[in-house]
Structures are given as structure tokens and as C-alpha cells.
């Protein structure tokens, strides 16, 4: 009896440390490990709400898979890693969001542009639109002796016919071409364009070049779209949030762990242990079902940690006053677990309920905050109870007669 | 194991079997002389009240006259945390805003390098003629490490209609919960204990002024749980005490007896919560603050209302109305 509950007990701690040794490098691994949310790593949030056109037409389903389509193309581009790219169909939104972007502010920029190619002739008459585009690319063209960063557009078959026979007629005058209400250009037609090929000209670097065939390459989106909702997170920002939460994290652990040691000694250890264990399964769990940790997630994580320690302490305390009664140690850890059982039960159903509600009903923000809250209230009854109870035993099975103090209780006469 | 009690428990009600309730338990005088700051918390029930109303009245009045300070989550509007190399002045930013026929509210930080700006939600055309006016007037800012929020007055109206939504169907579910496992009683005083505590976070909220962003209605919410939480293991130990009651026993004796029988528990726990609560306050991100703050007040509320309201709510009910309180036969 004595030496197997010895034997169970270094097993289960040289397991544990493994256990907790092996997962830090996995679940701290930038590339494949937990994902960071855009508030801990910078990024932009955003919500695009497509607006009825000047003929008030009804925006259909086709419309919106269109413009998340296009947009899809164009995030592409910027080379984000895990876009997150969403439609709300009923209330004509897309939900871009987009982690980890050096330069937020420009990625807006191309994502919200309709990007409707036109040309027009000096009475503002569209004679010809980007929807018969091929190919756009950008390059430099050195010919004038210093660089001019331009864009090569590629029209298809029908669209050079067409091009072919506008700069035919419109030979000598100009042909303004437009971005959506913007004329970015105004050349005088010298000679009719028959290959299908043309050249739009003044931008400032490449980088816009760049963007500008990505935008005409993606094609124009079906219906204008405007911002209804953006937030947009510095990486600066973004890693200074994540060292001051980790940081505060930290802090609260080390202060907690020495707490429960100097209130409650030997148990206070073993809730430590099982605290430890309760992290680390957690982080596992939110790994496991692809969370994306943010602030409110952390903040849920924290709050899961406070609670479990409740239900350690009502434990503990309760284990008290029945030694206190004069109990037996191991009736007292008996007593102590089943009772407090009683209590822990309808407490933390309470709790679960709440943090369901918000999972149903709150905003992505606080979803994150409720599903690590409710992982946490369901590992930590596990933990908690079911795994400090194993602990304890073994350990009152190895000296049942070990002295009280070990459990904060001073001798009653 | 675990398995096994919960559907037992939960369907009978009843704490199970292999528990052998302590023959008489500890008496009351034990338990008093546990506690060197020991004192009569039942026969002082009036004082606790008049504290709590003490709190709450100036609350609820602040809330009727000058309401929340809702920040852009709930009512829309534009936010802005630029970052410059130099430090700057507010009037060079208000100046800045003046040139492109803009207002807000202008806070500086971190020695003056940082400023905070909040605006009513900008259009795009807005947004760019103000960041550009901002380089103009008051020099180059870090554009990459630039934040920035927009919530436009629609998604404003539904963010706070969403939260409203589940703070409700939140508190109804408490509510039925506890009804259903707790006799009518409990859930009367542990209702009015948790309006006690969101009013206290929402008065203070609205006193103070502090803004409520999207993670206000977390920590609400999480109150919710806590407190409800803090106050069903001290009324629990009142129904555990009132079954070992003998017929001379006086019924607030034994209310103030489970009181202090758990005290240990509620210091302790409040006091670890607080630690961890601290620690964010003080070392988190700005965008933790004022979640840590409505916790922070929030479990103090919690505490001290489960201690000092919940169980004199039931000791009130019974002065009143008499008859076995909180208890189902067993």
C-alpha cells in the first residue's frame, strides 16, 4: 500500500513534468503553435458593408461570393499568412482580418477600392471597362532616363477589338482613363492601339504600380463597399500587449503559487502541481480546437485560474474543519472532497451558464473571452477535483498519521 | 466517481451518503474564537445595508442623470493612437483637427510621445484629410504602428443590443438555475445580491466616468458568475447548518456561525482573485484596463455582498415571514 502509492505518485510527477517540459515548445511555436489574435501580433480588423448602388438594386448572394472572391485575390497578394476572410450574407458584409501585416493602413487601402477600370472620352462616355482586362503588371520603364513606374495592361480578344477601334476613332484626341471617379490619366491617342496592349503611367514607386495591377488584375468588386467597422493594431503595439499580458500573467502565477503554499503547505503544493497541470491542458485544449488567443482570452485564461483556486480553497478549508473535528486524515480528505463537491457543482454550473450565454450571443471579442472561460471551468473540475483527490490520497495513504501542521491546522485540544 | 454524484446529487438534491455530518459539528463559541477580529455580522445586518445603499444611491442617481460613458464599441465613432518621435503638444493635435473641420477629444501619453484621439466616426476622405492634416501641423508619426478603430453607428447599436441581449439571457438562466436547485429564498436574496453588485460596477462606472469598451460587458458578465458563485457557497453552508439545527437554537446564531465558517474560504479566495486581478491592472495592456477594473470592483462587491448582504437578505426574510427558511426537506 505504502510503496505503490509512492511508486504512483513519482510516476505521476516525473509524467507531469514531462508532460509540461515537451508542450512548451509546441504551443509556443510562432509558426505552427498557438495563434496569436491581431491584437497580440498587429493587424487589421475589418468590416466591409457593401452599399445599394444610385439604382437602389437589391445586392444577391452572387454579388457578395463575387466581392469576397476578388478580395480574396487581392488579400492574397499582400502575402498574408492565415487570412480570415468571411461573409455576412443577410447583412451584406465581408469580415476581412488579417494578422501579422507589416503595413495595415495600405492593405486597407487596397481591399476597400472597387477598382473600376474605365476609359472615357472628353464628354466623360465610358467606352471601355476593366471587365475585359487579361493581365495587369507592374514594371519600371527607364526609356525617359529616369525610372517610370507604370502598369502593363493586357486586354482579352474582344477587349482589344474594341480598344483597337476606340483609339481608332479617338485618333488625335484624348482618352482619359479612370479608377472607379478618380481620372488617374489623360493621354492623346498618336496612333491606333491594335496588339491589345496599353500602359498606364505617373505612379510614384513600384510598390504602387504593384498595387494598382493587383487591383486591376483582381477585377472591380460588384458593388461598392464601405467600413463599417476597422480596428487596426501596430505590430509594435500588438507585442508590447503580448509581453505586458504574459508579463502580468506570469506575475499573478508566481504570486498565487506562493499564497497557496504559505496558507495551505503540503496541499497548497499539490493544488500548485495541479495548477500547473490545469495550465498546460488548457493551452493544450485551445490549441487543439484552433483558437485564436487575443486579450479577452487572456483575460478569460486568468480569470479560469482564479476559479479553480476557489475550488482548491474550499476544499482545503473544508479538509480543515473536519480535522479540526478531529477526524482522521484521510476521512477528513474524504469529507472534505465530497462536500465541497456539493458546493463546487452548482458554483460553477452558475458560471458555465453565463460563459455560455456570451459564447452564443457576445461579439468575436468576447467569444474568445467565454470559450477559454469555459474550457477552463470544465479542465479545472477535472483538475481540481478529480486529480488533486488521486494526489492527496496517495499522499495520506503513504503516512496516515503525518503531522497536521502540514495542512495549516494547528492541534485542537 | 465524479460522474456517479453529479447526476445522483443533482436529480435528489440530497449531499450524497458516504458523508457522515460531524456529530454536532463545531459549536458556535469554537468557531468564534477561530478569528481574532471575530464579530457579530448577522446582529449588525442594518449597518451593512445602510453602507451598501451608501454606495449604491449616489450610483443609481449618477446613472439616471449623466448615464454611461460608452466608448466607440457601443456608440460609434473613430479612435486614433499615433505614435510620434518628438513629444507634442494637445493644442498642435486640436489645431490639426480644427484645419479639416473635425473635433475630438485629444489625450496625451507616454511623456507626450503618443497622443489618443476620438473623433465621431470619419468617413474615409475624413480620416485621410485628418492624418494628413496631423503630418502637416504636427510632424511625421509612425504610420505602421499606427492604431486605429472605427465602429460606425450601426454596428455601434448592434454591438449594445447584442450585449444586452446576452447579459439577460445570462442573468434568466442564473435565475432559473438557482430556483430550480435552491428553495425560493435563495434565489430572492441571491437576485438581489447580484443587482447589488452590477449596480455598485455600473454606478461607480457611471460616477467615475470611465469608459465602457467591448470588454466592460465580460467582466459584468463574469461577475455575474463569480458572484452568484461567492454567495451559493455561503448560503449552501447555511442549509447545511439549519438541518443540524436544534429546536432552542437561535436562527441568526447559526447564520452568523456559517458565516464565519466560511469566512477563511471568502478572504482566501477574494484575496487570490485580487492578487491576479492586480497583477492585469497593473502590468496588462491598456486595452485590459478597464476589464480588470470593473473585476477588480466587481469581486469586491462580491465578496462583500455574499459575506454581508446575501445570508442577512435570508435572516431578514425569516425575522419577517418566520417558517424554515431555504431548506427542502430532508
Known amino acids: ?28 511555436d510562432p509558426e505552427n503553435g498557438i495563434s496569436l489574435g491581431l491584437d497580440l501580433r498587429g493587424g487589421v480588423h475589418l468590416v466591409l458593408q457593401a452599399e445599394p448602388g444610385k439604382d437602389s438594386t437589391t445586392i444577391t448572394a452572387d454579388d457578395m461570393e463575387k466581392a469576397r472572391a ?83 495592361i493586357t486586354f482579352t480578344p474582344e477587349g482589344a477589338n ?6 481608332t476613332d479617338l485618333l488625335g484626341q484624348n482618352l482619359a482613363i479612370y479608377l472607379d471617379e478618380q481620372m488617374i490619366q489623360n493621354p492623346v491617342i498618336r496612333s491606333p492601339i491594335v496588339n491589345g496592349q496599353g500602359q498606364i503611367e505617373g505612379y510614384a514607386s513600384l510598390e504602387e504600380a504593384a498595387n494598382y495591377a493587383v487591383l486591376l488584375r483582381s477585377g472591380a468588386l460588384p458593388v461598392s463597399m464601405s467600413i463599417v467597422e476597422k480596428y487596426q493594431v501596430g505590430a509594435l503595439l500588438g507585442h508590447d500587449s503580448l509581453n505586458k499580458s504574459l508579463n502580468a500573467c506570469l506575475v499573478a502565477l508566481i504570486f498565487i503559487f506562493l499564497f497557496m503554499l504559505v496558507l495551505y503547505r503540503l496541499p497548497g503544493l499539490i ?85 455560455g450565454a456570451l459564447f452564443l450571443l457576445g461579439s468575436s ?10 474550457i477552463g471551468i470544465l479542465v479545472s473540475l477535472f483538475t481540481a477535483i478529480t486529480f488533486t483527490r488521486w494526489i492527496m490520497r496517495w499522499i495520506v495513504g503513504i503516512n496516515p498519521r503525518m503531522n497536521k501542521s502540514f495542512f495549516g491546522v494547528k492541534e485542537v485540544r | ?130 492624418l494628413k492634416a496631423i503630418e502637416k501641423e504636427v510632424g511625421s508619426f509612425d504610420r505602421a ?6 465602429v460606425g453607428p450601426a454596428i455601434g447599436a448592434e454591438l449594445k443590443s447584442s450585449a444586452i441581449k446576452a447579459t439577460t439571457v445570462a442573468a434568466i438562466l442564473i435565475l432559473l438555475y438557482i430556483t430550480v436547485r435552491f428553495k425560493f429564498i435563495y434565489a430572492f436574496s441571491g437576485t438581489l445580491t447580484l443587482i447589488h453588485d452590477v449596480l455598485i460596477i455600473l454606478g461607480l462606472f457611471s460616477i467615475f466616468q470611465w469608459e465602457i469598451d467591448a470588454n466592460f460587458i465580460a467582466a459584468v458578465l463574469t461577475i455575474f458568475g463569480y458572484s452568484i458563485n461567492d454567495t451559493v457557497v455561503i448560503l449552501d453552508r447555511i442549509r447545511e447548518n439549519e438541518k443540524k439545527m436544534k429546536k432552542r437554537d437561535s436562527y441568526e446564531d447559526m447564520v452568523d456561525k456559517s458565516i464565519w465558517q466560511t469566512m477563511g474560504r471568502s478572504l482566501k479566495t477574494g484575496g487570490t482573485v485580487i492578487i491576479a486581478l492586480l497583477a ?43 417558517g424554515r427558511v431555504g431548506s427542502k426537506k430532508s
Open chain 1, 365 to 374: 471579442s468576447i467569444k474568445g473571452f467565454a470559450i477559454t472561460l469555459i
Open chain 1, 1 to 28: 500500500m505504502k510503496r505503490g502509492n509512492v511508486i504512483k505518485l513519482t510516476i505521476t510527477v516525473i509524467l507531469v513534468v514531462a508532460f509540461v517540459v515537451l508542450s512548451i515548445e509546441p504551443l509556443s
Open chain 2, 1 to 130: 466517481m465524479t460522474d456517479k454524484k453529479l447526476g445522483g446529487y443533482s436529480s435528489e438534491n440530497k449531499p450524497p451518503k458516504n458523508i457522515i455530518p460531524a456529530e454536532g459539528g463545531v459549536t458556535y463559541e469554537q468557531v468564534k474564537k477561530q478569528y481574532r477580529f471575530y464579530f457579530n455580522v448577522v446582529n449588525k445586518r442594518y449597518i451593512w445595508f445602510a453602507l451598501s445603499l451608501l454606495i449604491l444611491i449616489p450610483g443609481i442617481i449618477s446613472l439616471m442623470v449623466q448615464g454611461l460613458n460608452l466608448g466607440i464599441d457601443y456608440k460609434g465613432g473613430s479612435m486614433f493612437n499615433i505614435r510620434f518621435e518628438q513629444s507634442i503638444t494637445q493644442m498642435q493635435i486640436t489645431n490639426a483637427l480644427d484645419s479639416v473641420g473635425l473635433s475630438g477629444q485629444v489625450q496625451l501619453s507616454n511623456n507626450g510621445n503618443e497622443v489618443l484621439v476620438r473623433t465621431d466616426a470619419l468617413s474615409d476622405e475624413q480620416r485621410d484629410a485628418f
Open chain 1, 271 to 355: 493544488a500548485d502541481f495541479a495548477l500547473t497541470v490545469f495550465s498546460v491542458i488548457v493551452l493544450w485544449v485551445l490549441y487543439g480546437i484552433g483558437t485564436v488567443l487575443t486579450l479577452p482570452g487572456i483575460a478569460g485564461f486568468v480569470l479560469s485560474l482564479g476559479m479553480t483556486l476557489d475550488l482548491n480553497i474550499i476544499v482545503f478549508e473544508r479538509i480543515k474543519e473536519e480535522l479540526r473535528l478531529g477526524k482522521s486524515l484521510r476521512a477528513a480528505v474524504d469529507a472534505g472532497f465530497s462536500r465541497a463537491f456539493i458546493t463546487v457543482f452548482d458554483s460553477n454550473l452558475t458560471t458555465l451558464f453565463a460563459a
Open chain 2, 145 to 150: 504602428n499606427l492604431e486605429e478603430s472605427l
Open chain 1, 70 to 152: 476578388i478580395i480574396e485575390q487581392r488579400v492574397d497578394a499582400l502575402g498574408v499568412s492565415e487570412p480570415y476572410i468571411q461573409v455576412d450574407n443577410q447583412k451584406k458584409r465581408v469580415i476581412v482580418e488579417l494578422a501579422g501585416i507589416d503595413n495595415p493602413d495600405e492593405a486597407v487601402e487596397l481591399l476597400k477600392t472597387t477598382a473600376k477600370l474605365t476609359f472615357r472620352d472628353s464628354d466623360g462616355n465610358i467606352l471601355l471597362d476593366g471587365s475585359k482586362l487579361k493581365d495587369a503588371k507592374a514594371a519600371v520603364d527607364n526609356s525617359m532616363g529616369r525610372p517610370n513606374y507604370v502598369v502593363h
Open chain 2, 280 to 322: 492585469i491592472l497593473i502590468l496588462g495592456g491598456e486595452s485590459t484596463k478597464i476589464f480588470a477594473l470593473a473585476m477588480l470592483i466587481g469581486v469586491f462587491a462580491g465578496a462583500y455582498s455574499s459575506i454581508f448582504i446575501a445570508s442577512q437578505l435570508v435572516v431578514e426574510y425569516k425575522a419577517r415571514f418566520g
Open chain 1, 162 to 167: 474594341e480598344f483597337a477601334k476606340i483609339t
